[in-house]
């Protein structure tokens, strides 16, 4: 799939099949992660198979279900934290749609699980982005424009 017909089909999903992602897609995406991360200075990590960051009150509030496997954007405080977390972010959000998998931003309805992933002293977890196979494709937002793409 090319960078464009990812940005067309690219819809956010909130629910997720149990199935497993496979090694090799889990491979690609850790090499766009670490790509990513080198480029941007950053400490962005994988976490697979952890289902209690979404297991919670919030979580079901936000409509989440499913949810095991995402993306920690983790980086050095700083002025452009935000800004670089939002880019390569949505780097690897088009790169795991090219894979075959659904994402999600997050910014508060997930509950971070100790050990699940790393933040330095002089690091901030921005977001998280939900990760899998969706039990939809999800649906395209009137503002979307698919022309404009």
């Given amino acids: ?25 889990i491979n ?21 198979n952890e289902p209690k960051a979404f297991d919670s009150f919030t979580a ?11 993306i920690a954007l983790v980086g050095k ?12 972010g949505e780097r690897i959000v088009l790169r795991a749609q090219q894979l075959g998998l659904n994402t999600c931003w997050v ?7 100790s050990g699940a992933f ?5 690091e901030k977890l921005t977001a998280v ?3 899998g196979y969706g039990k939809t494709q999800g649906t395209a937002h009137k503002s979307k424009d698919a022309a404009a793409i």
Wanted: charged letters at 30%; a positive charge.
């Fill in 1 to 25: 799939m090319e960078l464009c017909e990812a940005m067309k089909k690219r819809h956010s999903v909130r629910n997720y099949i149990d199935k497993s992602i496979d090694a090799d897609v």
């Fill in 28 to 48: 690609a995406l850790q090499e766009e992660i670490t790509a990513c991360n080198k480029e941007g200075n950053l400490h962005i990590q994988l976490v697979t």
């Fill in 60 to 70: 079901h509030y936000g409509k989440f279900s499913g949810v095991k496997n995402y």
């Fill in 77 to 88: 405080k700083g002025n452009k934290l935000d800004e670089l977390c939002g880019y390569y």
């Fill in 107 to 113: 910014a508060m309805t997930y509950k971070k699980i």
């Fill in 118 to 122: 790393d933040i330095k002293n002089d």
């Fill in 129 to 131: 982005i939900s990760l």
